[in-house]
């Protein structure tokens, strides 16, 4: 049975999210619209992309990840989440939409929300986790977004750029910006010769304010 496809979009934004039959939610799109309608669930759509990363990551104490890595990836948890059902609403401007999974093992019920202004060519998203199974887990992680829809067809990582802010004390907002793949960033490894992912990461950490 093919992936069904669900487009939420306005005037300034396009989001496109496919639900496989038996895999996680994952984001087949997302880019600014200048004129896009909302439509309607569809079994047929156009030839997206295809993209392998769940929409959720989730770690919990005793189910770890399928790749060892120091990345928040492959999680258990998030590959055995299962689409449920969604949900729109708007108020004062603001579009809001809520896409729900479940994991029957855990009983973990985890809500992706996409929040955005009406016009303005950006989202804003977190995800929100409830416990519904017999059992108490440990939350290790839950990511806010995940997706492999950066690039479309025909784009390339060298051409990508990653925008830093480095702050501290009396030092806050400094901004940089250098390409994704190079010295400061991630090392092209040539995954098509080896048909293993890559393991590295780009990580930014905040304490306290």
Known sequence: MPSRFIRWAHSGLRLVVEIP?????????????????????????????????????????????????????HTNVGSRLRYVDDEESSHGGWRTWRIHQRDTVTGLQVTTVFRSATDVPAVQTWTEVVNRGARSVVLQ???????????QPGDRAEDLSLMR??????????????????????????????DHDGRGTLATASRST
């Not at 087949?28 to 959720?56: C, F, G, I, K, N």
């Not at 501290?168 to 010769?193: K, P």
């Open 21 to 73: 039959v038996d895999a996680p939610v994952r984001i087949a799109q997302l880019d600014p619209a200048t004129s896009v309608s909302v439509a309607a669930d569809a079994t047929v759509e156009p030839a997206y992309t295809e993209r392998l990363q769940p929409m959720v990551e989730v770690l919990v104490l005793g189910e770890g990840n399928a790749l060892a890595n120091v990345r928040f990836t």
């Open 165 to 194: 802010g480095r702050s501290e004390w009396c030092g806050e907002g400094r901004w940089a910006t250098f390409l994704l793949r190079g010295a400061d960033g991630l090392a092209d490894i040539d995954t098509g010769l080896h």
């Open 141 to 151: 992680m839950v990511s806010s977004l995940a997706t492999g829809a950066l690039m």
